[in-house]
């Protein structure tokens, strides 16, 4: 069950209390620091920007409607349901200030291979593609007619470098996996509930190494994604993570001698 709006709210509101300034003021670890400087408050506007929010705007005004197999969390369901590419724009894709974020995540890191579980329309596939184009990305999504319009709009954006698995992350992640010699970033943004999150993210640390990067979407969704983000931290591979509110975000580096974890306002 997702927290109420009002929950979230409350939530939102004690976070941005506590959480450590933007600036990366009184930050002893110097990689986070450095991440914070550099990549989360990079305010330079990236003319890549305007064509990922171009296709938004589009897909938001579109209201042809598709046959969707529902999956993950809000749907105890596997039948199909009519719903707008309009609805879909709104209520899936993470807003572009995170999208913004991963495009510059895999622009300052410059992450070789890129998995991303949750496709929808692509809208944060195109922003990890456009961040570092040389990167090789495969992107999971269940919905077949989801899956197909995110295909047209990575080629109405010229988007080379996207492999496009579709099926249950249940079935399909292990074969991408096992695809993959590593991973060195992934974004999880698909089926937010305890104990699929925590199969995903276990999976995936079969190809993570000490540079690999994880970012999980909606970490304050529920308490089950609660208790997920929780574990994470508590898993002995991780060495640092980032409570941005809306994403978490995780790092392995070894040299990070102390495990730590941060609240960081975005
Ligand atoms: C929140 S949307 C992804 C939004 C996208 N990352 C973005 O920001 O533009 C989550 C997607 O994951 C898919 N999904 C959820 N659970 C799934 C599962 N178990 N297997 C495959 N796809 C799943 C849904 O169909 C949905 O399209």
Redesign the pocket.
């Known amino acids: 069950m997702p927290h109420s709006a009002f929950t979230i709210g409350k939530k939102y509101l004690a976070y941005r209390y506590r959480a450590l300034n933007g600036k990366g003021h009184g930050m002893h670890s110097p990689f986070v620091y450095d991440f914070i400087r550099q990549v989360l408050n990079d305010r330079q506007h990236d003319p890549a920007y305007d064509r990922v929010e171009a296709l938004r705007k589009k897909l938001r005004s579109d209201h042809t409607e598709i046959e ?6 809000g749907s105890t369901k596997s039948g199909g349901n009519r719903r707008k590419i309009s609805a ?1 724009a709104r209520n ?3 807003p572009a200030k ?2 913004q974020l991963l495009m510059r995540i895999a622009k300052y890191y410059q992450p070789q291979i890129i998995l ?10 195109s922003y990890l593609a456009l961040g570092n184009p040389a990167a090789r990305i495969l992107t ?4 077949p007619s ?1 899956a197909a319009k995110a295909a047209s709009n990575f080629r109405e954006l010229g988007l080379k470098n996207i492999q496009q698995v579709t ?4 079935d ?1 992640l292990k074969d991408a996996l096992s695809d993959l010699n590593k991973v060195d970033l992934a ?1 999880i ?3 937010h509930q305890l104990a ?1 999150t925590l199969q995903y993210f276990n999976a995936i640390l079969s190809r993570t190494h000490n540079d690999s990067i994880l970012v999980f ?1 909606d970490i304050h969704w529920s308490d089950e994604m609660e208790q997920a983000w929780e574990q994470i931290k508590k898993h002995p591979a991780t060495r640092t993570s980032i409570d941005l509110f809306f994403v978490g975000i995780v790092f392995f580096r070894k040299e990070f001698h102390e495990v730590q974890h941060f609240e960081v306002k975005y």
């Open positions: 969707v197999l529902d999956f993950g969390a879909i899936a894709a993470k995170y999208g991303e579980l949750g496709t929808s329309l692509g809208l944060s596939t999971l999504e269940g919905a989801i099926g249950n992350f249940d399909t974004f943004d698909g089926n699929p979407d």
